[in-house]
């Protein structure tokens, strides 16, 4: 009986000894031996056409798989200044002037419609120096795909209630030409025609 008893102690001196050596095998770093790859994003610049002379490029849109963008310019020596509206293609790297307007004022957006006709809205700031009055009018203007000027309608009195100015917050074009106006708390809609 003594024999046996010896021999269960050893074998659970044993056992003992194997779980305890179990936990304490050498401390590793989960996937220490695994080298793991670090990416590191590097934002890609588009040359713009004319980037030099462009002060201020805005109001992109991604349309029938080409980026539309609005490049404002000001030339110091006429002080005036102008903007442009670019294609840019992303297939073959190319840009093309769509159209351009050298006239007084600030696009404040841009729109496509489906057969790539412009929409734009615009803000015309002026202050009068004798009487010290700030006008602002507003306008929306529709250009082909040529860039001709199709029509341009003052909507000033759309955006100017009690003699404050509502901010457009989106501005969209539909497939038939439709143009819509997203405010604060509705959305204006124009017909084809701007009216």
């Known amino acids: 009986m ?5 021999v269960i102690i050893a074998t659970m001196s044993l056992l ?4 305890s050596a179990c936990g ?8 220490a031996d695994v080298e793991e790859d670090t990416y590191v994003y590097i934002p890609e610049e588009l040359e713009m056409q004319n980037a030099s002379e462009t002060i201020w ?12 963008y609005k490049s404002y310019k000001w030339d110091e020596e006429t002080q005036t200044d102008s903007t442009e509206i670019v294609k840019y293609d992303p297939v073959d790297g190319t840009t093309q002037t769509m159209m351009a307007r050298s006239v007084e004022g600030v696009v404040q957006d ?23 009055e700030e ?26 209630e009690n ?5 457009v917050q989106e501005f969209a074009a539909d497939a038939q030409g439709r143009l819509y106006l997203g405010m604060d708390n509705h959305v204006k809609l124009h017909d084809e025609q701007g009216e």
Not at 2 to 6: A, D, N, Q
Not at 24 to 31: C, Y
Not at 57 to 68: E, S, W
Not at 135 to 153: M, W
């Open 16 to 19: 003992m000894f194997a779980l």
């Open 57 to 68: 490029a805005g109001n992109v849109r991604m349309f029938n798989h080409a980026l539309y």
């Open 163 to 167: 003699g404050e100015h509502m901010y």
């Open 110 to 132: 841009l729109a496509l419609d489906s057969n790539s006709n412009i929409y734009l809205l615009l803000s015309i700031w002026k202050y009068d120096e004798e009487t010290g």
């Open 2 to 6: 003594r024999k046996r008893s010896r």
């Open 24 to 31: 304490k095998a050498q401390k590793r770093e989960p996937n």
């Open 135 to 160: 006008q602002t009018t507003y306008l929306l203007e529709k250009y082909s795909v040529d860039g001709e000027a199709v029509y341009q309608i003052d909507i000033t009195d759309e955006l100017v």
